[in-house]
């Protein structure tokens, strides 16, 4: 969406506040021992207080109120009692809602205590490089040179990024045009990035894969090379300087 009034605002406020509030207190909340479905829960009864609805479970009718990946899952993993997190996991949890008709989403990797397997640089890249690609948006900037600068800059760490999960504009609805906000050059998107649009910024950094391939339960994502994968992501607003981050709250870079 594009924000023309500020009652809009106000609502992408809410909203962006409502998940990025649930994914800063989730994260804490996890530890070894504890299945995903009672982070689910507990993230589930955060977004109610807040009186918002679960934007996966609401557009696709997910099975969970929130995305919770674990190691070798890269996005979409569905919640499970039979799920035992433990020390030094890889986790990613993305959570999304709808609040008043407003929508926002945003995302973070994290590693479960200890860093028994060695995945924190990878985290911290993941990171690094979503705070350096937000701050080079703004109006009249090609979509595909922060694909590029995603991308180099993986490059540069000795990662890969995946083509085939993007970022996307966001407000109405989960998922609105642009549509495809990739971490690569998509030297075929001409698409510049607008004053005032809403959009959901997202690196997928990589260990060994550069696709996401979906498993059997039909929500689950995986790299086609194995690997492992860290996301991060902050719902955005456009400007002619540096972007409004909506959803600052869950303090991923603090």
């Not at 607008?194 to 790299?223: C, P, Q, R």
Request: with cysteine; charged share 25%; glycine share 8%.
């Amino acid at each position: 969406m594009s924000i023309t009034k500020t009652s809009e605002l106000i609502g992408m406020k809410k909203v962006s506040n409502a998940v990025a509030y649930t994914l800063k207190k989730m994260i804490p909340y996890a530890r070894p021992g504890m299945s995903t479905k009672q982070l689910d829960d507990y993230g589930a009864r955060i977004l109610k207080s807040f009186g918002a609805n679960s934007a996966p479970h609401k557009t696709y009718k997910f099975p969970g109120w929130t995305c919770i990946s674990v190691n070798h899952e890269f996005c979409h993993g569905i919640p499970s009692s039979n799920r035992l997190l433990q020390e030094g996991d890889l986790i990613n949890i993305d959570v999304s809602a709808e609040l008043n008709g407003f929508w926002s989403d945003n995302g973070a990797s994290f590693v479960l205590g200890e860093d028994k397997n060695g995945h924190q640089e990878l985290v911290n890249a993941s990171k690094e490089i979503l705070q350096k690609a937000i701050y080079n948006i703004k109006s009249g900037i090609k979509i595909s040179d922060i694909g590029y600068l995603i991308e180099k800059e993986a490059k540069k760490r000795g990662y890969k990024v995946i083509k085939n999960l993007t970022g996307h504009g966001i407000g109405r609805s989960l998922h609105e045009e642009p549509s495809e906000i990739a971490n690569f050059r998509d030297r075929f998107n001409l698409t510049r990035f607008k004053k005032n649009a809403v959009v959901a910024i997202e690196t997928f950094i990589s260990t060994h894969s550069n696709y996401a391939v979906t498993l059997n339960d039909g929500w689950t994502m995986v790299g086609n090379k194995g690997g492992y994968m860290a996301q991060y992501e902050h719902t955005i607003v456009v400007t002619d300087q540096k972007p409004i981050i909506l959803t600052e709250k869950n303090e991923i870079w603090s």
